[in-house]
Nanobody, 115 residues
Framework: QVQLVESGGGLVQSGGSLRLSCAAS????????MYWYRQAPGKQRELVAS???????NYAGSVKGRFTISRDNAQNTVYLQMNSLKPEDTAVYYC?????????WGQGTQVTVSS
């Protein structure tokens, strides 16, 4: 079955950096688009970044220029490098994949940015 395991979250000061990882199994990773979402307390889950099988990327306007999504097909892992973090980036970050009409999620990793 599809499994997504996120890691790399934590507490960081405003302006700091974190790198999230998502290890995937149960899919043919190299041909699958991957997504990072986040959900802040009291808010809806929002798409942060995506990367296609051909390494095309897209970002939410609020993170463009600060976050970078990348993938390592040999490791079946997608990354989210987050720089210049702001308090408003505080959220649980989730890895996501779509397969055969179903949406699969990891357990999430907490990112907290202090001011």
């Amino acid at each position: 079955q599809v499994q997504l395991v996120e890691s790399g979250g934590g507490l960081v000061q405003s302006g700091g950096s974190l790198r999230l990882s998502c290890a995937a199994s149960g899919i043919v990773f190299s041909i699958t688009s991957m997504y990072w979402y986040r959900q802040a307390p009291g808010k809806q889950r929002e798409l942060v970044a995506s990367i296609t099988r051909g390494d095309s990327t897209n970002y939410a306007g609020s993170v463009k220029g600060r976050f970078t999504i990348s993938r390592d097909n040999a490791q079946n892992t997608v990354y989210l490098q987050m720089n210049s973090l702001k308090p408003e980036d505080t959220a649980v970050y989730y890895c996501n994949v779509q397969r055969l009409g179903h949406s699969f999620w990891g357990q999430g990793t907490q990112v907290t940015v202090s001011s």
